[in-house]
């Protein structure tokens, strides 16, 4: 028998003189330079076993070739972002020389075992409530699939004319172990969204964080306030909004917002109360891990989330998040310092919202620590 025979052998599947496993960042094949979706850290946890033989140095050119296309269709497969696999719209694996071609364009699909659906649960608000941090810190547990944008798709008529075909396409791909959740602040206060919500899912579980409404106040003129500075348009004082002609201006939008009890009324029309879960606001800022373990029991999640998926930020002021190595913190819009408010406007916001709150503790049958 020939050396090029034997090393044929023993480089075959009937010989295996040892195994190991080589990291894929050190393979230097010539595909891997093309593939921009692998990130190194990526290619660093993969790794392919190889049989070894000292003879195996002389397997032709054409073997390299072929293990560097399996190695290519590997890496389509299990490299890919976590939300989508790369795949070519013609169906077929291009050649090194079409990556560079402009008229070859990559579509996306989702990974496998994954689909899209209306969700499980929605944040309907309220609008400067803490809606954002509860879906970051929500979002946390591996059971959860949070939509990215606020979909409006309840409150704004253009949207909901587009039909829950649409709006099923604004959620993420999830897998059949997860829920999905949707959050749209502007729900809360919509006169509309209730009925409609209950048409899609008169049984879907809804979410709702509510603060101390006077601060919600202050904290909705802020946003307001400082998105006008950065579109450079000019800008009232606090007190100019709030007050009109001596008296409490009870038409202002953002004092309107924190009627709790009307907007409630209206959706206890339409679900009833042990479909809604309230989240205090003001306690989640300050013991967010309390306010987290409530919703998941809401929501029939298992015990996922834990305390140190939170820590206090020094420089914010307030707990940022902690996952899967990573730290984060809500924007910088999030936590802005409101505007001293002079005292008798304040004391006059807070006179008329006492009734309207007392009136909410009574629907609801729950108390909060508000002013």
């Not at 070859?104 to 944040?123: A, E, M, N, Q, W």
């Not at 509309?192 to 979410?207: D, E, Q, T, V, Y």
């Amino acid at each position: 028998m020939s050396a090029r025979e034997e090393s044929q052998m023993s480089c075959g599947l009937m010989a295996a003189p040892s195994v190991t496993s080589i990291p894929l960042y050190q393979l230097e094949l010539p595909f891997l330079a093309h593939i921009k979706t692998v990130a190194p850290s990526t290619l660093a946890r993969h790794s392919i076993p190889i049989r070894w033989h000292p003879l195996c140095l002389m397997v032709p050119l054409s073997m390299a070739s072929f293990l560097s296309s399996v190695l290519f269709l590997v890496l389509r497969t299990y490299a890919a972002p976590p939300e989508y696999i790369q795949v070519w719209a013609s169906g077929t694996t291009p050649s090194p020389g079409e990556f560079g071609n402009e008229n070859v364009t990559p579509s996306l699909v989702p990974p496998p075992g994954t689909s899209k659906h209306t969700p499980d649960s929605i944040i309907i608000g309220v609008r400067k409530g803490g809606t954002r941090a509860l879906l970051e810190m929500l979002d946390i547990h591996p059971e959860v699939a949070a939509a990215a944008t606020e979909v409006h798709f309840f409150d704004w008529d253009e949207n909901y004319a587009k039909g829950f075909e649409w709006y099923r396409e604004q959620m993420p791909y999830s897998y059949p172990h997860q829920i999905i959740v949707e959050k749209t602040p502007g729900y809360f206060t919509s006169p509309l969204a209730p009925a409609r919500i209950h048409a899609m899912n008169s049984s879907i579980k809804l979410l709702l964080i509510l603060r101390d409404p006077t601060e919600r106040v202050i904290s909705d003129y802020t946003q307001v306030y400082f998105n006008r500075l950065e579109n450079h348009k000019p800008v009232q004082a606090i007190e100019h909004m709030l007050v009109k002609n001596g008296a409490l201006n009870t038409r202002y939008k953002a004092i309107q917002r924190s009627l709790y009890d009307v907007h409630m009324r209206n959706w206890l029309q339409h679900f009833p109360l042990e479909q809604i879960h309230i989240v205090d606001g003001d306690t989640l800022i300050h013991d967010p891990l309390l306010e987290l373990q409530r919703v998941e029991r809401f929501l029939d999640l298992p015990p996922r989330i834990v305390a140190s998926n939170f820590y206090f930020n020094q420089t914010k002021g307030f707990y940022c998040i902690r996952s899967d190595g990573q730290e984060r913190c809500l924007h910088e819009s999030k936590g802005r310092p409101h505007p001293p408010v002079n005292r008798s406007v304040l004391r006059q916001l807070r006179s008329y919202l006492r009734q309207h709150n007392l009136n909410f503790y009574r629907l609801i049958g729950r108390t909060f620590n508000w002013h």
